[in-house]
């Protein structure tokens, strides 16, 4: 069996050659092996217990443009919404009411919100005694240093890919190098930090995924999620292939192997490719951390990054105790801790 050795080179030591991951990538017949694989280091490091984080998805506007994404500016299909303070504040509280330990926050790419609006509501979900996390794209280290002085924890931004060239064709008017930037601004500025990647784009290889792995591994990030690329209406890639889930999984699991203590999250575009099953496959390689919206059914259909993604309907509270049960049914468990990840702590030194 070709790439046997390499994912137990990974289960070993965390590391392996780009030639190992790009072998691991392009054959599909040790798949089992190396989820099994991701699966163990996930138990060994991360334990058995799984992160419960509420997303709310506060606006869907956005300036940008990239050419996978539903939220694009030019898709003029959609109906654009901005929730009130209030209404963010008080769905945050009911998260915090039903035990959810994290609340993050996400919005297209925008300034939709001013500054000062943000701060006074991550100022006052702060006093639910939760953690915050944003996902709000590219921001100047002003304003990332404005909301973690409000209080926000966390941020998110998916590096996508770290492919120069195909990093340009998919994102018009921005640049890898900025976004990198973010992301050690970020991490500078005492967030812990998460990124991620698109898999299954047009355009890329199992030897760009392997290089976009190790990008991942050398910037030690805290959280990395990891979902496939999904075609959406009205954008230059509504045409194209979607990604697979199996390639998804196996980039979910080689994330696993290359940094044992980060928190991964089952992706909803993981969960949307295979609703009955993908959510549990992810936990199974890897996965810890699972984020569902619980934003409000009327803007939660207009969060369109891509089509029918995967949503419960229940409320807040609700789907709490739907994952309490199906995680028990897995053998694992919510977790009641804060939700850092183990590497966070480990690196803050606690
Ligand atoms: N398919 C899958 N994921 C997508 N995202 C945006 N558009 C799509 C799509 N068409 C992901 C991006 C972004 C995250 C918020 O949603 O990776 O970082």
Avoid: W
Avoid at 85 to 90: C, G, L, Q, Y
Avoid at 106 to 112: D, M, N, P, T, V
């Amino acid at each position: 069996m070709p790439s046997i050795k390499f994912i137990n080179e990974l289960e070993k030591n965390h590391i392996t050659s780009l030639y190992g991951l790009e072998k691991i990538i392009a054959d599909d017949d040790d798949c089992e092996y190396l989820f099994e694989a991701a699966n163990r280091v996930r138990q060994k490091f991360v334990k058995q217990e799984v992160h419960l984080k509420a997303l709310i998805e506060i606006s869907n506007t956005c300036a940008r443009e990239c050419f996978y994404c539903g939220l694009r500016s030019k898709n003029k299909g959609i109906k654009r919404y901005k929730m009130s303070a209030e209404e963010i504040v008080s769905r945050a509280k009911e998260a915090a009411m039903s035990g959810y330990k994290t609340v993050v926050m996400q919005s297209g790419e925008s300034s939709a919100f001013k500054d000062d609006e943000i701060c006074e509501i991550i100022r006052e979900i702060k006093k639910f005694d939760v953690q915050i996390t944003l996902s709000f794209g590219e921001k100047s280290f002003e304003q990332y240093r404005a909301y973690k002085k409000a209080g926000a924890d966390r941020y998110l931004l998916r590096i996508e890919t770290a492919d120069r060239a195909l990093y340009k064709a998919l994102h018009p008017n921005m640049s890898l190098k900025n976004r990198i930037k973010c992301l050690e601004n970020l991490r500078n500025l005492g967030y812990e930090t998460g990124s991620g990647l698109l898999v299954g784009l047009p355009g890329s290889s199992a030897k760009i995924l392997a290089r976009d792995l190790m990008f991942l591994k050398k910037y030690d990030f805290d959280m990395i999620g990891i979902g496939p690329f999904i075609p959406a209406a009205n954008t230059p890639l509504e045409h194209s292939k979607a990604g697979s889930i199996k390639l998804a999984l196996k980039a979910n699991a080689l994330t696993r192997l290359l940094l044992p203590k980060i928190n991964i999250p089952a992706t909803t575009a993981i969960e949307t490719l295979d609703p009955n099953e993908g959510r549990k496959m992810a936990l199974r390689s890897g996965a810890n951390v699972i984020m569902p919206s619980i934003t409000q059914s009327r803007y939660r259909d207009l969060y369109k990054l891509y089509p029918n993604k995967f949503c419960l309907k229940e409320s807040a509270a609700e789907i709490y105790d739907k994952f309490d049960e199906m995680l028990s049914l897995i053998g694992d468990k919510i977790s009641l801790t804060n939700g850092n990840s183990v590497r966070f702590n480990q690196r803050r030194g606690s």
